[in-house]
């Protein structure tokens, strides 16, 4: 079974400046996608940004940016010029090639101070 | 499109007490997918579904019953309910559950549910 860990259950950033969040997950798999979900207060759950495992170039959604290592099963999430709206809960997640069973983390609650 | 709606927003329920949540998608989206997520938590897999007729048990089953009839229609019933069923429930679809044409999973705007 894969297990997908977020070790920051908090974190917080000034406006305009850059934070990064952890993500680790364990697999056998060699394909598999990698996502990250961004849940506000609203409960709506809004996908960020996907990585697909056989890509080695890391993707980047305009300010969302990932550090995807494969080797080391990490994939973190990197927001620059934080916006006070980026303020939510943050879920890293993982779908292997059992598409219909996803994993998620614990989530990383993310605070952006004016 | 108004892509996957999920009813009721909130409910409350006694002990034992018997219900089904709805859950609907307009965009012929293959997989259907139920979560839970408990405070601090992240989503946890109830049951899924890779299209009409269909159906398998995620990570937490015991005690929901899922069945789908339809393309559109994904309903999870709770049988008796318990104050461990007190949580938020999520609806999911995507277009495809196979990983090389995989996009992105949808999600409804959940169920707040409490059981006393």
């Known amino acids: 079974a894969q297990t997908v860990t977020q070790s920051q259950p908090e974190m917080s950033v000034q406006e305009a400046e850059t934070v990064t969040l952890s993500c680790t997950y364990d697999?056998?798999?060699?394909?598999?996608?990698l996502f990250w979900y961004k849940q506000p207060p609203s409960r709506q759950m809004i996908l960020v940004i996907r990585?697909?495992?056989?890509?080695?170039q890391n993707a980047t959604e305009n300010r969302f940016s990932v550090n995807f290592q494969k080797a080391a099963k990490s994939f973190s999430l990197k927001i620059s010029d934080s916006q006070l709206g980026d303020t939510a809960m943050y879920f890293c997640?993982?779908?292997?090639?059992?598409?219909?069973?996803?994993?998620f983390g614990d989530g990383t609650t993310l605070t952006v101070k004016p | 499109n108004a892509g996957v709606t999920q009813t009721p927003k909130f409910q409350v329920l006694k002990t034992g007490q018997s219900m089904t949540l709805q859950c609907a998608q307009d965009m012929n989206h293959e997989y259907m997918s139920w979560y839970r997520q408990d405070p601090g938590m992240g989503l946890r897999l109830i049951h899924y579904s890779v299209g009409a007729g269909i159906t398998d048990q995620g990570e937490v089953p015991n005690g929901y019953n899922v069945s789908r009839s339809t393309t559109e229609d994904f309903p999870l019933r709770l049988l008796s309910a318990a104050p461990s069923q007190t949580s938020v429930y999520f609806c999911a679809s995507s277009y495809s559950v196979a990983l090389s044409t995989y996009n992105e999973q949808f999600f409804g705007p959940g169920t707040r549910l409490t059981v006393l």
């Open positions: 697999t056998s798999e060699s394909n598999y996608y």
């Open positions: 990585q697909e495992a056989y890509k080695q």
């Open positions: 997640a993982f779908i292997g090639t059992n598409a219909g069973k996803s994993t």
